[in-house]
């Protein structure tokens, strides 16, 4: 079936005695943080008052009769974090440009009655000549052949701890992720449920640089909390992969958000029904199609599950075709494809936005997903997650830790669970050494399933609680887990010597 989409102008631009500018921003007397925020690059702002009152400013001059000025009393990493901005000129009375702190985001704020006076837009009118002069108006409609949008995220994980038995735990539970729960400028946070842990990257232009910072913060919190896993799966937590997508320029902006349901349905074409299908069962409500939210910036694709977190080269070929997706029917207006009975586009679809190894790998994502060749664990400090279960004396746990070095195919779990004292020695076969007793089915974690081996080995209470190991036989009993691990195909074969 062949679909056609079309995006309009209208309610972009306005025209005024051969002028065409952004749809003002009506606002009341006062600006702050939350109101710039709504503003993009070169945005016009009318006051439906006599008197400006401008809060959260980073700097400005002597203040003129029509306007109060209000500095903010916050950090530096604040002001730039919310770009707040500065009084950069006052070129005539009732007109004031403003000038973002970070990005040099300019804002031209006018007082309604200046704004109204017909005489200020005709030929030689001064606001006219100032709309002009600073790129605020144009003598021809704009022009949108070379658009671009930026790309953001905020994904969503559940935070495993390895030091409580690689069990699932409230992201508010571990300081990295609580601190940034309260901390809006915070990198790393929890989401509106505390109990998912937030990533909160900056928008990009191109993806590379997006995935790039994802890894970057990955590693603050590798090194920040080594005890820490985050998990994509999704089974005990609703996670999302939501898109942002954005743009500095005004006109950009307000075509994203008034077509955003031509855009959207691009996109759960291409992107949201194959990947929806790799949501978490705990998504429920969440995982459907066409999901979004209006955003100052432009908008928020809500679809995408937090699962292309898993592959950061399924989560870069998915920024792209988000991208090149959005900028196609940006610059050209419209956009045609087939798509088959199931709603996706065909492979050759692809190829307009993705190299062929591209468009493959992308669509093999939920093949790989199901059949576990994605790991949706990050932060993995060791290919061997180690627990400890029932009663051990901290020190006692060290000597084991050398299971961690095993060389496995793919993630296994390790439970060193207590025997009881008095209840003798056990073993599983005969070449195991008597004090130990390995069995493969026991109930699992909730943080495990069937994509995890799990592995118990029960340990007498000497060895927990008050006896040290001696190393012979911690070696033979390293030797065995290693000839068990081998039997049930998980341990890796060793490498050739040259």
Same mark, same amino acid.
């Given at each position: 079936?062949?679909?056609?989409?079309?995006?309009?102008?209208?309610?972009?631009?306005?025209?005024?005695?051969?002028?065409?500018?952004?749809?003002?921003?009506?606002?009341?007397?006062?600006?702050?943080?939350?109101?710039?925020?709504?503003?993009?690059?070169?945005?016009?702002?009318?006051?439906?008052?006599?008197?400006?009152?401008?809060?959260?400013?980073?700097?400005?001059?002597?203040?003129?009769? @029509?306007?109060?000025?209000?500095?903010?009393?916050?950090?530096?990493?604040?002001?730039?974090?919310?770009?707040?901005?500065?009084?950069?000129?006052?070129?005539?009375?009732?007109?004031?440009?403003?000038?973002?702190?970070?990005?040099?985001?300019?804002?031209?704020?006018?007082?309604?009655?200046? @704004?109204?006076?017909?005489?200020?837009?005709?030929?030689?009118?001064?606001?006219?000549?100032?709309?002009?002069?600073?790129?605020?108006?144009?003598?021809?409609?704009?022009?949108?052949?070379?658009?671009?949008?930026?790309?953001?995220?905020?994904?969503?994980?559940?935070?495993?701890?390895?030091?409580?038995?690689?069990?699932?735990?409230?992201?508010?539970?571990?300081?990295?992720?609580?601190?940034?729960?309260?901390?809006?400028?915070?990198?790393?946070?929890?989401?509106?449920?505390?109990?998912?842990?937030?990533?909160?990257?900056?928008?990009?232009?191109?993806? /590379?640089?997006?995935?790039?910072?994802?890894?970057?913060?990955?590693?603050?919190? &590798?090194?920040?909390?080594?005890?820490?896993?985050?998990?994509?799966?999704?089974?005990?937590?609703?996670?999302?992969?939501?898109?942002?997508?954005?743009?500095?320029?005004?006109?950009?902006?307000?075509?994203?958000?008034?077509?955003?349901?031509?855009?959207?349905?691009?996109?759960?074409?291409?992107?949201? &029904?194959?990947?929806?299908?790799?949501?978490?069962?705990?998504?429920?409500?969440?995982?459907?199609?066409?999901?979004?939210?209006?955003?100052?910036?432009?908008?928020?694709?809500?679809?995408?599950?937090?699962?292309?977190?898993?592959?950061?080269?399924?989560?870069?070929?998915?920024?792209?075709?988000?991208?090149?997706?959005?900028?196609?029917?940006?610059?050209?207006?419209?956009?045609?494809?087939?798509?088959?009975?199931?709603?996706?586009?065909?492979? /050759?679809?692809?190829?307009?936005?993705?190299?062929?190894?591209?468009?493959?790998?992308?669509?093999?994502?939920?093949?790989?997903? &199901?059949?576990? /060749?994605?790991?949706?664990?990050?932060?993995?400090?060791?290919?061997?997650?180690?627990?400890?279960?029932?009663?051990?004396?901290?020190?006692?746990?060290?000597?084991?830790?050398?299971?961690?070095?095993?060389?496995?195919?793919?993630?296994?779990?390790?439970?060193?669970?207590?025997?009881?004292?008095?209840?003798?020695?056990?073993?599983?076969?005969?070449?195991?050494?008597?004090?130990?007793?390995?069995?493969?089915?026991?109930?699992?974690?909730?943080?495990?399933?069937?994509?995890?081996?799990?592995?118990?080995?029960?340990?007498?209470?000497?060895?927990?609680?008050?006896?040290?190991?001696?190393?012979?036989?911690?070696? /033979?009993?390293?030797?065995?887990?290693?000839?068990?691990?081998?039997?049930?195909?998980?341990?890796?074969?060793?490498?050739?010597?040259?």
């Amino acid at each position: 079936m062949k679909k056609f989409l079309q995006i309009s102008l209208s309610g972009v631009y306005e025209e005024r005695e051969g002028l065409y500018y952004a749809v003002p921003h009506e606002v009341g007397r006062v600006l702050n943080w939350k109101a710039y925020s709504e503003f993009g690059h070169q945005s016009i702002v009318v006051v439906n008052s006599n008197e400006v009152k401008l809060y959260n400013l980073v700097g400005y001059p002597e203040e003129p009769e @029509w306007a109060v000025f209000w500095a903010y009393e916050g950090s530096y990493e604040e002001e730039e974090a919310l770009d707040l901005p500065f009084v950069a000129d006052i070129p005539m009375k009732g007109v004031l440009i403003l000038e973002g702190c970070a990005t040099g985001r300019r804002i031209l704020v006018v007082l309604k009655e200046v @704004w109204e006076d017909p005489d200020q837009f005709k030929k030689g009118g001064p606001l006219r000549e100032l709309l002009l002069r600073e790129g605020f108006a144009f003598l021809s409609p704009p022009s949108f052949k070379n658009s671009t949008v930026l790309l953001g995220g905020d994904p969503e994980f559940e935070v495993v701890d390895l030091n409580k038995g690689a069990e699932i735990v409230p992201a508010s539970e571990v300081e990295i992720f609580e601190k940034g729960s309260w901390d809006p400028f915070s990198i790393i946070g929890t989401d509106g449920c505390s109990a998912i842990a937030e990533l909160r990257p900056s928008p990009w232009d191109i993806p /590379e640089y997006y995935v790039d910072e994802v890894r970057d913060i990955l590693e603050i919190i &590798k090194e920040r909390a080594p005890e820490v896993v985050l998990s994509v799966k999704g089974d005990k937590f609703p996670l999302g992969g939501h898109i942002h997508v954005g743009a500095r320029n005004e006109f950009i902006r307000k075509i994203l958000k008034n077509n955003v349901r031509v855009f959207i349905e691009a996109l759960d074409d291409f992107i949201g &029904k194959l990947l929806l299908p790799t949501s978490g069962a705990a998504r429920g409500k969440y995982a459907v199609l066409s999901a979004y939210e209006i955003k100052p910036h432009g908008w928020e694709y809500r679809t995408p599950p937090a699962s292309i977190y898993g592959d950061m080269e399924t989560l870069r070929i998915t920024y792209k075709l988000t991208q090149k997706l959005v900028e196609k029917l940006l610059r050209e207006g419209e956009l045609s494809y087939e798509v088959g009975e199931d709603g996706i586009p065909p492979f /050759e679809e692809y190829l307009a936005f993705l190299t062929e190894e591209e468009a493959r790998y992308f669509l093999d994502f939920p093949r790989r997903w &199901k059949e576990g /060749e994605v790991c949706p664990f990050l932060l993995l400090p060791k290919p061997v997650i180690l627990g400890f279960s029932g009663g051990w004396e901290e020190e006692m746990k060290e000597p084991f830790r050398a299971i961690l070095d095993l060389p496995v195919k793919k993630l296994v779990r390790i439970v060193l669970y207590s025997i009881p004292r008095g209840r003798g020695n056990y073993f599983a076969i005969p070449t195991a050494p008597e004090k130990w007793r390995l069995e493969g089915e026991f109930p699992r974690a909730p943080f495990v399933d069937d994509w995890v081996p799990t592995v118990q080995i029960g340990v007498p209470w000497e060895f927990r609680m008050k006896e040290v190991i001696p190393n012979d036989l911690l070696n /033979e009993f390293i030797s065995w887990v290693k000839e068990y691990l081998a039997q049930l195909e998980l341990l890796a074969a060793p490498v050739a010597a040259e």
